[in-house]
């Protein structure tokens, strides 16, 4: 009885270390780091914090993802149409930017499992009545390469949109009427008017979009290292912990 016990215990652990050395695999740009792009202006999933520190979210989620793989998470702040760019020049080993999955996208990464789930939502001022039914007469304000702007451009085109290159400066802008509204992804755009007075957020009736890492084309062992430890951490329920204390409501 021992014996077959040990013979168990024997097998389950050489399967064990198989799947460790799968994910020990990998390669990374810098060794030992995790190299990462990102414009961490989009609260609640990557923000700086006054010492200028990258928060939030992704870099939670990244935190854990890294001390299993044994990598140290590198992370370069740019705007997101250069973090989109990042790991297709060999400047980062992901992009990790609250990157919606898209099917054009696919050509230029490797997606990650996704790990939540948004709406693009509308934010204007309190006081203003917009709706999907009149978006198209508004000016909207977007960030550059996001899907609000590829939304809002194909809906109403280039004219009424005004795009910046960061939500940060399309927020002030709205502040100053200078846009009407501005679409953004829900969660954020929550954030946004939970810190900036007299907003409102509007729900859209655009397509639901996940959320995954967007990983240099071809790093096919980094995906599955990454995914084999996101995956255990949605399905212990860590992901949605993280969103939630992370989130206003
Ligand atoms: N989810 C949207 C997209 O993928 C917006 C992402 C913007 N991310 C950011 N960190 N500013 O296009």
Not at 65 to 82: H, Q, R, T, V, Y
Request: hydrophobic fraction near 45%.
């Amino acid at each position: 009885m021992m014996k077959k016990i040990v013979a168990i215990l024997c097998a389950m652990m050489l399967t064990l270390t198989a799947v460790s050395a799968l994910a020990a695999d990998f390669t990374t740009i810098e060794a030992g780091k995790l190299t990462m792009s990102t414009s961490p202006d989009f609260p609640p999933f990557e923000n700086t914090d006054d010492d200028g520190n990258i928060i939030g979210i992704e870099p939670d989620l990244i935190a854990l993802i890294c001390e299993k793989l044994g990598l140290e998470p590198n992370w370069l702040a740019m705007d997101f149409d250069s973090a989109l760019l990042a790991p297709q020049t060999g400047k980062a080993d992901a992009v990790v930017s609250g990157v919606t999955v898209r099917e054009d996208r696919k050509t230029q990464f490797d997606f990650t499992t996704s790990y939540v789930s948004i709406h693009q939502a509308i934010v204007c001022k309190e006081d203003k009545d917009i709706t999907m039914d009149n978006l198209g007469e508004q000016t909207i304000g977007v960030q550059n390469g996001t899907t609000g702007q590829i939304y809002a451009v194909d809906d109403f085109g280039e004219d009424n949109v005004v795009a910046y290159n960061t939500y940060s400066v399309a927020f002030l802008a709205l502040t100053n009427d200078q846009v009407d509204c501005i679409v953004v992804d829900d969660l954020v755009g929550k954030a946004y008017a939970a810190t900036i007075p007299g907003l409102k957020v509007v729900e859209t009736t655009y397509e639901a979009e996940e959320f995954a890492f967007g990983v240099s084309k071809g790093n096919t062992a980094l995906v599955e290292a990454i995914n084999e430890v996101l995956e255990g951490l949605i399905a212990d329920g860590t992901v949605e912990e993280i969103i939630l204390k992370h989130s206003m409501n």
